[in-house]
Every structure is written in C-alpha cells, then in structure tokens.
C-alpha cells in the first residue's frame, strides 16, 4: 500500500512549459516536504508545508490538507530544472517521513 | 561550506566483508538520519538518531548498525554485507528533529554487494 502517491511517474515538457507535479497521501499528516534531486543523485530540500502555500522563485507549493493533497509548480521552465521531484510527508507526532517513489522530470530546450 | 558529508563515494565489496559508511556535518544538527534508495521504491529510512546517543530503527533497519557517539558523527556499519543490500545510500541530517528547517543531505554512496 503506498500512503504517498505522486503522479506523473515521469514528464517530458518543453522549455519554458507551465510544470505541475502532484503528491497524494493517504494519512493525516503534520508536515510535507518537497525536495528535488538532481541527476548526479545530490538531494535538495525545496519546501515544507503545513498549510497554505509557499514560493521561492520561480517554484511554487501548495497543500490542501482537507482533500490530503499538494502541488509543485515550476513557472517558465528550464532545462536545468531536469530532475527527479520526491514529496514525502510527516505523519502525527512520528518525525520520520513517508516518501513519494518521486517524479522524472525533464526540461527539453 | 556547511555540508553533510559522506564516504566512500562508491563501494565495491563482497558479501560477509564488514565496511562503514560515515557521515558528518558541520553544522551542530541534532537529527541525522539514513536513507537506502532503490529503483521504484523511493527512499527508505535505515536508522535515525534525534541526538547524542539516541537512535532509533527506521523502516528497514535489518542487517544495519549506527552509533552517534558525537553530535556530528553518525557511521553506519554493514556488520556482514548481503547482495541485497546492494543500494544508494543517503545520510541526512537536520536542525530539528520536526525537519521544519529542511533537510541537508550528502552526496550519496553507491555500494554494491557482490
């Protein structure tokens, strides 16, 4: 049973293209997080939400937490925001994370 | 440069070959953290510790070993390495232990069980 669903498994888009990535879960949660990786495998921590929305960039997050779900935006894509986007959330009072499988994104210039 | 650092970057060794993989920060984090990440899977949690000799077992802490004798240390020790355990191994570790601050992780070490 995966309690963290991100949907597209992988995208293609075009340079400069409008990017939506979005996670799914399927327990209460008092925090999710957003982080890129990159293809030489380095992660990096984006975001992390409890509510609301959050923006640095050209990235933007957004979490509902009635419907238990959130978005990645990526304004005026580029091919160096080629990467894998992961969403993992914290659940209750447990400060470990349940983690997406991730999304393959790629930027074609 | 505030970093997690990891070592080997890339191991190659053979099965029942006890190894360490170490991770350290500077950056007087108390949360640190092991991931193992396999194709299809995402990352999966190994062991974590909230402090000073605190640590506690993850999702998939069998055939693994930690200790965090000092804050910024946090070795992770294969006591008798099977091919499963062939994966991309990530240490992290955080400000907090709520990761409210984000997370800083290291560069990853590719160890492969033959």
């Known amino acids: 049973k995966n309690e963290v669903e991100q949907s597209p498994q992988n995208l293609t888009a075009q340079e400069g293209e409008f990017i939506t990535i979005n996670c799914s879960y399927s327990?209460?949660?008092?925090?999710l997080h957003w982080l890129q990786q990159h293809p030489g495998g380095g992660i990096v921590s984006l975001f992390m939400l409890s509510s609301g929305k959050k923006k640095h960039g050209r990235l933007i997050a957004t979490i509902n937490i009635q419907e238990k779900h959130s978005s990645l935006h990526i304004t005026a894509s580029h091919p160096r925001d080629s990467a894998v986007y992961i969403c993992?959330?914290?659940?209750?009072?447990?400060?470990?994370?349940?983690w997406g499988a991730g999304t393959k994104l790629i930027i074609k210039p | 440069e505030a970093q997690v650092t990891q070592n080997p970057r890339y191991l190659i060794t053979v099965t029942g070959k006890k190894l360490t993989v170490t991770c350290s920060q500077n950056?007087?984090?108390?949360?640190m953290s092991w991931y193992r990440q396999d194709p299809g899977l995402g990352l999966r949690q190994i062991y974590y510790s909230m402090n000073v000799e605190v640590t506690d077992k993850g999702d998939v802490p069998e055939g693994y070993k930690v200790s965090r004798k000092e804050k910024r240390n946090f070795p992770l020790i294969l006591e008798s390495p099977s091919p499963n355990q062939t994966s991309l191994y990530f240490c992290?570790?955080?400000?907090?232990?709520?990761?409210?601050?984000?997370?800083?992780f290291g560069s990853g070490t590719r160890l492969t069980v033959v």
């Open positions: 327990v209460g949660i008092s925090a």
């Open positions: 993992a959330v914290r659940w209750g009072g447990n400060y470990q994370l349940i």
């Open positions: 950056m007087n984090h108390e949360y």
């Open positions: 992290a570790s955080s400000p907090s232990q709520t990761g409210s601050d984000g997370y800083t």
